[in-house]
T-cell receptor
Framework: AQTVTQSQPEMSVQEAETVTLSCTYDTSESNYYLFWYKQPPSRQMILVIRQEAYKQQNATENRFSVNFQKAAKSFSLKISDSQLGDTAMYFCAFISSGTYKYIFGTGTRLKVLA | NAGVTQTPKFQVLKTGQSMTLQCAQDMNHNSMYWYRQDPGMGLRLIYYSASEGTTDKGEVPNGYNVSRLNKREFSLRLESAAPSQTSVYFC??????????????FGPGTRLLVL
């Protein structure tokens, strides 16, 4: 069975600093996609970044970047220049190519301190 | 372009009552999904509809039914609500072009309290 593990229930970071959120997954598939979603207090699930497993290059979106280690089945999210608006729950998610079922981790609650 | 919309935003039910959660998307996506989110857990898939006219069970389908009314709309029905169904419910949709099918876009959620 495919699983996604986020081992850090809570983290905090000072404004303008950099923080890394961890995610590991388990699958026997070779083609899949990984995502980070942000859920602020409003509860809206917002896509932060997406990584295709077949791509060796790590995805980046402005201040957000990932460290994708396929052999280690690791997919961490780095937030640079943290802002107060980054305070949210962050979920890692996995989906096999051609399927419809997301597997979510249990989330990491990130608090950015002023 | 509203994306994915859900109604209602919040609902209180008594045990045994029924209700339908509504979801609509205006992104011309083929696939739609219903999730529930409980404290300390990630989202769990209840049902999904890969395309208009088809529905399939997800991880936690018991106690729920769904209807894919048309391409835009996908409803979730609780026939006889139970306290264990107290949760936040999210609808999502995804496209079908290669490289986009796997990315799901979420609605704002419906908070349901069953007493």
């Amino acid at each position: 069975a495919q699983t996604v593990t986020q081992s850090q229930p809570e983290m905090s970071v000072q404004e303008a600093e950099t923080v890394t959120l961890s995610c590991t997954y388990d699958t026997s598939e070779s083609n899949y996609y990984l995502f980070w979603y942000k859920q602020p207090p409003s509860r809206q699930m917002i896509l932060v970044i997406r990584q295709e497993a077949y791509k060796q290059q790590n995805a980046t979106e402005n201040r957000f970047s990932v460290n994708f280690q396929k052999a280690a089945k690791s997919f961490s999210l780095k937030i640079s220049d943290s802002q107060l608006g980054d305070t949210a729950m962050y979920f890692c998610a996995f989906i096999s190519s051609g399927t419809y079922k997301y597997i979510f981790g249990t989330g990491t609650r990130l608090k950015v301190l002023a | 372009n509203a994306g994915v919309t859900q109604t209602p935003k919040f609902q209180v039910l008594k045990t045994g009552q029924s209700m339908t959660l509504q979801c609509a998307q205006d992104m011309n996506h083929n696939s739609m999904y219903w999730y529930r989110q409980d404290p300390g857990m990630g989202l769990r898939l209840i049902y999904y509809s890969a395309s208009e006219g088809t529905t399939d069970k997800g991880e936690v389908p018991n106690g729920y039914n769904v209807s894919r009314l048309n391409k835009r709309e996908f409803s979730l029905r609780l026939e006889s609500a139970a306290p264990s169904q107290t949760s936040v419910y999210f609808c999502a949709s995804s496209g079908t072009r290669t490289g986009t099918m796997e990315t799901q876009y979420f609605g704002p959620g419906t908070r349901l309290l069953v007493l």
